[in-house]
Every structure is written in structure tokens, then in C-alpha cells.
């Protein structure tokens, strides 16, 4: 008898025991073991795959801009052992970033053609950035440019820079002649590197240092330094998302 009562106390434990483990699972999931990062709701866990759902609750944090590519990587200046500049910009909101790095970025640009100068065994004083095909001086494009953000012009193509035509037929396509349009926001086919590039060292006529041969011996005689050499190639489509097809 004595042994009877304990097999019957046992099993009235373990229904007790696995009716009161429903019961938590169906008002309180045991997250017990696992991260905090994985924890969600009932219906958005990750999977054996670690394939999320479509799930955006959580804490976020800022870790980059993307409204004009490469003008952080290029004109932001990281020294050794200190913070790095180029993820203070990459975390700052925009309308505190022009007080915070434009005259960095200034500095910089400003040193590159510092750099420049030297290797062409010049005296760095004669090779200063120059006012660009839009008209601007050094401090207020890297005022414009500090500022990651696309403004939008609602009575003007949406184009990151277009020179229009040779309005004044002078042979110089890239001399604004008053139907040229810049920075009104971003367009797929844009060649965002190129424009860039030709802002910082191209000069009023956009070909300052574009790799010139100056005593015709088929040798460039000044450095390159107005495109990356690399076009586009992809067929970007015109509909949203604005993708092309994989090369």
C-alpha cells in the first residue's frame, strides 16, 4: 500500500508539474538561456537559421549617413589613439554637423592639394584649392558637404550635379553657363565619385588636375584626380527600388 501511495503522489506531481508549465508558456515565454538580443515577442523569434522576421522593436542606434557617399571617407581625418572623426560624422545629426566638421573637412581638403603640390615638387603655397565649376570657395562647399543630407529643389531635376549644355557654346561644357544644375538630390545614374571628385580639384572649368599632358611627350604631366576611372555599367531600373540587373 505504502508503495502505491507514493506512485500515486508522483504522478499527481508531474500533472501538476507539466499542467503549471502550459500555463507559463501560454502567459510568460521561459527565455531562460538565451541573449537579450534574441528575445522577441511570441510571434517574431529567431529561427534555427537565425532568420529574422520583419520585426523593428528594439533600441537602434545611428552608425552611418549615406545621402552623399564618399565625402566622409575622403575629407574626414582619423589620427592614431584618438576617436575616430570619420564615425563621430557617421553618428551626428545633421543639423550639428556643420558646426562640428566642416573646418576639418576644410583642413583636409586644403592638404590634399598640399600633398599634391609636393609631389609635383612644387611649393604647396602655389597649388591651394581653387573655386569650383559651382563657384565655391573651399569653406562653403565644405560647409554644403559637411552636412550629409540631399536637399530637395521641387522646381528642378533631381540630379546630383548636371552640366546642361554649352549654353554659350564656349566649348566648355562643365563652366557654368547658367543652365547647369547641382545637388538637388541624387539621382540612380549619377556618378556620385566623379562629381565629387571634380568639386574638390577640379577648378572653375572642372579639369584642373585631370591628368594633362603638358609637353605632349604621351606622358600625363599632372595627376588625375577628377574621376575614379570607373563608370557605370548597370542597367538600373527606373521603378522603385531602383535596381539593376546582378553583373
Known sequence: ???????????????????????NDDESPDYSGMDDDMMMDDDMMMDDDDMMGTDFTGTYAQVDHLGRPGI???????????PSVKDAHNTTIPSEMGTAFQAGFQARLEQYHDVYALKLGLDPAD???ENNILGLDAATLTTVLAADVLEVAPDLPTTYFDPGTDFDNDGRILVPDGDEVALTGRH?????IDVSLILFFGGAEGDRFSGQDLDDDGMADLPRLTSDGVGLTANISTMFPYLGNPE
Open 188 to 192: 540612380p545614374n549619377d556618378d556620385i
Open 127 to 129: 597649388v591651394d584649392y
Open 72 to 82: 566622409n571617407t575622403t575629407l574626414s581625418f582619423d589620427m592614431e589613439g584618438e
Open 1 to 23: 500500500m505504502r508503495l502505491k501511495h507514493i506512485t500515486y503522489l508522483m504522478a499527481l506531481m508531474l500533472t501538476l508539474g507539466l499542467a503549471t508549465a502550459c500555463s
